[in-house]
């Protein structure tokens, strides 16, 4: 849930769903219709489907419980080694290393003089050398303690090198390129009608909550106004979330997923 979505926006939402979804095989065995319900408003509903594609294969697989093993969540749907060494770190207590964007960061400046400072070593190296960093005891202790010094410290953009305990052997200790704006583009998110397209995905979902509907109807509920082009964009975007599994199609109407 807090891939990409704050944290005190999904601690209401997190509740809710432990409530309805106490456990792995019950939000296995809940539809998927349901499961998209329950994280409508969350942003992002793909994570939901493969959330329940996850504890579906943990039911079957792993008798409805999660592998300690970074090696077998990654085999899970949604878990990519961050997620998977998060766990085994931060919920199993577990000796692995965790490298997150932050700490990808910070063992780049303390191992190399840096050039930008959005640069980061390949991503190989990074795990490596954090592996090797990892101290004998509390390793847990010391990824959550890195991640927020990368966050409240050697931050992304003004990393806060005067008051940096650490500053005495890190390599790109005051570098002048910390003092470089950068001016590197945003990447353009797609809009209609001035709102980005992600917004009316959720708005989508939530008008298919509980009827099947065409693109032109869906258009009306969503503009007043809605012409032609409307429509055929609302198609378009229905289709696409048609090919993500959070919809499917009967001829003209879409509906929410029910597999
Ligand atoms: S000295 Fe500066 S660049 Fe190096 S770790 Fe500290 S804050 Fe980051």
Known sequence: MAQQTQVSRVAVYYRAWLKQFPSFSALASAPAADVLRAWSGLGYNSRALRFHQLAQTVVQQHRSRLPRDPEALQQLPGIGRYTAHALCSFAFGMHVPVVDVNIRRIITRWTKKV?????????????????????????????????????????????????????????????????????????????????????????????????????????????????????????????????????????????????
């Open 115 to 259: 050039g930008t400072s959005s640069e980061v070593l390949p991503e190989k190296e990074s795990w490596q050398l954090a592996e090797g960093l990892l101290p004998v005891c509390r390793s847990s202790d010391w990824n959550q303690a890195l991640m927020d010094f990368g966050a409240m410290v050697c931050t992304a953009r003004r990393p806060k090198c005067d008051v940096c305990p650490v500053a005495s052997y890190c390599r790109s200790a005051h570098s002048r390129t910390f003092l470089t704006i950068q001016t590197k583009e945003r990447k353009k998110e797609p809009v209609w009608r001035g709102i980005p397209r992600r917004l009316y995905r959720g708005k989508l979902l939530k008008l298919l909550h509980h009827h099947a509907l065409t693109a032109e109807e869906a258009a009306s509920a969503l503009w007043s106004d809605a012409g032609a082009k409307d429509a055929e964009w609302t198609e378009r975007l229905l289709d696409a979330m048609v090919r993500d599994g959070l919809l499917s199609r009967h001829g003209k109407r879409f509906r929410m997923t029910t597999v």
